[in-house]
């Protein structure tokens, strides 16, 4: 069993900055990610790194919308995981979940969420 938590939500004007963090109990080197949920919408895939046989390594994906200002890195030492977050938008409002399993497909554990709002 893994037991997920984030931190590091809050409000932000657009344009800054916000870095999430997400500790594990448990087994390290899972494969990890984030995703969101904004009021009314479905929740939807932000990041994941893969598991690794390299200290802090793993494979990274990010959504387009993200790209370029959202960056996923993992400290095994810590078993945490982090979403540093730039160039904030009003539209990346949303709790912010973080996910952990075997694979990026297989991710089956789940944070309680972190809200981050983004103002204009």
């Known amino acids: 069993q893994v037991q997920l938590v984030e931190s590091g939500g809050g409000l932000v004007q657009a344009g800054g900055s916000l870095r999430l963090s997400c500790a594990a109990s448990?087994?390290?080197?899972?494969?990890m990610g984030w995703f969101r949920q904004a009021p009314g919408k479905e929740r939807e895939f932000v990041a994941t790194?893969?598991?690794?046989?390299?200290?802090?390594?793993?494979?990274?994906s990010y959504a387009d919308s993200v790209k370029g200002r959202f960056a996923i890195s993992r400290d095994t030492a810590l078993n945490t995981v982090y979403l540093q977050m730039n160039s904030l938008k009003p539209e990346d409002t949303a709790v912010y979940y973080c996910?952990?399993?075997?694979?990026?497909?297989?991710?089956?554990?789940w944070g309680q969420g972190t809200q981050v709002t983004v103002s204009s």
């Open positions: 448990g087994r390290t080197r899972y494969a």
């Open positions: 996910a952990a399993g075997v694979s990026t497909e297989n991710l089956d554990y």
């Open positions: 790194i893969s598991a690794s046989m390299f200290w802090n390594g793993g494979r990274t």
